[in-house]
T-cell receptor
Framework: AQSVAQPEDQVNVAEGNPLTVKCTYS??????LFWYVQYPNRGLQFLLK??????LVKGSYGFEAEFNKSQTSFHLKKPSALVSDSALYFC??????????FGKGTRLSVIA | GAVVSQHPSWVICKSGTSVKIECRSL??????MFWYRQFPKQSLMLMAT?????????EQGVEKDKFLINHASLTLSTLTVTSAHPEDSSFYIC???????????FGSGTRLTVV
């Protein structure tokens, strides 16, 4: 079955430092991988996706993610964190025509 | 860009009553809509998938008679929580897809509290 795992419930980082939010995916079919961000009591906002092509995907608000097939990972990164990046981040996957399956989410706190 | 409007943003209802949540795609036609439920500090759990003009496909464990989904047009899907109970209190989020292979656009969510 398709799944994604986010091993960290919480990530804390100082403002200005690089941030990484981890995601690994199950080896099942050709994964389409996504990152979304959720602010309190709001829906999900799309950040980026990997379908095919370049392993390094650049997305909204300066975020990027690298598709690593050998490690089955799709970690979200940003070179310099902002306090406004503090939110709940979800990794998700599907196989093109199937509904999105989400990880449990990682709460990012950026401390000034 | 694609916008999905979800209403209401929050609702409080009495136990035993029914609540309807609407999800509208404002600038595109959504052939498929998805309904998710999110518990506090947890991930989104897919409840059902609905295609315009056909019956929704419910995930295992989701009561179709309790969570009625209607997708009568390409721009509107509704979720009705019937005979709501406190355990139905949750955050419900819809997502719309224009067509297969296209991206997903999420509504802003509905916080349902049943008292």
């Amino acid at each position: 079955a398709q799944s994604v795992a986010q091993p960290e419930d919480q990530v804390n980082v100082a403002e200005g430092n690089p941030l990484t939010v981890k995601c690994t995916y199950s080896v099942s079919g050709n994964p389409y991988l996504f990152w979304y961000v959720q602010y309190p009591n709001r829906g999900l906002q799309f950040l980026l996706k990997y379908i095919t092509g370049d392993n390094l995907v650049k997305g909204s608000y300066g975020f990027e993610a690298e598709f690593n097939k050998s490690q089955t990972s799709f970690h979200l990164k940003k070179p310099s964190a902002l306090v406004s990046d503090s939110a709940l981040y979800f990794c998700a996957r599907n196989s093109g025509n199937t509904p999105l399956v989400f990880g449990k989410g990682t709460r990012l706190s950026v401390i000034a | 860009g694609a916008v999905v409007s979800q209403h209401p943003s929050w609702v409080i209802c009495k136990s035993g009553t029914s609540v309807k949540i609407e999800c509208r795609s404002l600038d595109f036609q959504a052939t498929t809509m998805f309904w998710y439920r999110q518990f506090p500090k947890q991930s989104l759990m897919l409840m059902a998938t609905s295609n315009e003009g056909s019956k929704a496909t419910y995930e295992q464990g989701v009561e179709k008679d309790k969570f009625l989904i209607n997708h009568a047009s390409l721009t509107l899907s509704t979720l009705t929580v019937t005979s709501a109970h406190p355990e139905d209190s949750s955050f419900y989020i819809c997502s719309a897809q224009q067509r297969l292979g296209y991206g997903y656009t999420f509504g802003s969510g509905t916080r349902l509290t049943v008292v």
